[in-house]
């Protein structure tokens, strides 16, 4: 497997997404004020670093309906965030990403809060979503992180991200090659619309040796996270460390439980 660099070699490959609650820009019914994220935040990611998590992200899941563009209020909100968790949790592995499409708002950030590498969704090719066509933002991505001298911080790129339908759509493997020998993407993460469909995507990207880890975007439980590793370089990870999911205004302000994180890391182990 290829080590992902950032994460502690004696724990499973984990990283967590952790989502904020809506926030007052948005204009959602259940918007909070940063400070009532920041507090959620702080909540929640220690519950997960008491448990051995080695890696979190931060997003704006709450954040609906999506902008076509990231937002200024999501960007200032995700670096106040941010900064609180990393002088809380100096040595956690952190990362940033944004629901709307965009490369620079994320880099900016994580250079801003020492995060090691943040998430992008539509890296190369194109997708239709709900917000509309997006196209793939490699070249501005690899160009602004040189610009911050930030080549520190990874990106890890969705191949056929699951929100959304990739237009002019080529072989996975093709696609996946773009990404990671072409457009430089320091991880490729692929999630199809079941378990058992984004183990055959991880099982046939990685037949090809494309010399990047390769991460599973979703799906993973206790139950199927040994299967997972036995493929996959890490996992990502997020509702299944709550009682409650979906898009409801309680589940979107539900917190991660301590015994559940607790659960799938020993399971991970």
């Given at each position: 497997?290829?080590?992902?660099?950032?994460?502690?070699?004696?724990?499973?490959?984990?990283?967590?997404?952790?989502?904020?609650?809506?926030?007052?820009?948005?204009?959602?019914?259940?918007?909070?004020?940063?400070?009532?994220?920041?507090?959620?935040?702080?909540?929640?990611?220690?519950?997960?670093?008491?448990?051995?998590?080695?890696?979190?992200?931060?997003?704006?899941?709450?954040?609906?309906?999506?902008?076509?563009?990231?937002?200024?209020?999501?960007?200032?909100?995700?670096?106040?965030?941010?900064?609180?968790?990393?002088?809380?949790?100096?040595?956690?592995?952190?990362?940033?990403?944004m629901m709307s499409h965009g490369c620079k708002e994320p880099l900016a950030i994580a250079q801003a809060i020492d995060a090691q590498f943040v998430r992008l969704k539509v890296y190369v090719g194109a997708m239709v979503k709900a917000e509309g066509v997006l196209e793939g933002l490699a070249y501005e991505a690899i160009q602004y992180r040189a610009h911050l001298h930030a080549e520190n911080i990874q990106i890890l790129a969705d191949?056929?991200?699951?929100?959304?339908?990739?237009?002019?759509?080529?072989?996975?493997?093709?696609?996946?090659?773009?990404?990671?020998?072409?457009?430089?993407?320091?991880?490729?993460?692929?999630?199809?619309?079941?378990?058992?469909e984004s183990m055959e995507m991880l099982s046939e990207v990685k037949s090809a040796n494309l010399g990047v880890p390769l991460l599973l975007g979703g799906g993973a439980k206790a139950d199927n996270i040994q299967e997972a590793l036995r493929v996959a370089d890490g996992v990502i990870v997020s509702s299944t460390f709550k009682a409650l999911s979906g898009w409801t205004r309680e589940s979107m302000l539900a917190e991660w439980e301590y015994e559940r994180i607790q659960a799938f890391m020993d399971a991970a182990s």
């Open positions: 497997m290829t080590k992902i660099s950032w994460l502690p070699k004696d724990r499973p490959g984990v990283i967590g997404a952790f989502h904020l609650p809506p926030l007052m820009g948005s204009q959602h019914p259940a918007a909070q004020p940063v400070s009532v994220a920041v507090d959620h935040a702080l909540r929640n990611v220690e519950k997960a670093v008491k448990a051995g998590v080695p890696a979190i992200y931060l997003q704006d899941l709450g954040d609906t309906p999506i902008a076509t563009s990231i937002q200024p209020h999501a960007a200032a909100a995700l670096a106040v965030v941010g900064a609180a968790v990393r002088q809380e949790f100096p040595n956690l592995a952190l990362g940033i990403c191949v056929y991200d699951r929100t959304g339908k990739p237009m002019g759509r080529m072989p996975l493997v093709e696609e996946a090659r773009w990404a990671a020998v072409h457009c430089r993407a320091d991880g490729l993460i692929l999630t199809g619309g079941a378990f058992t």
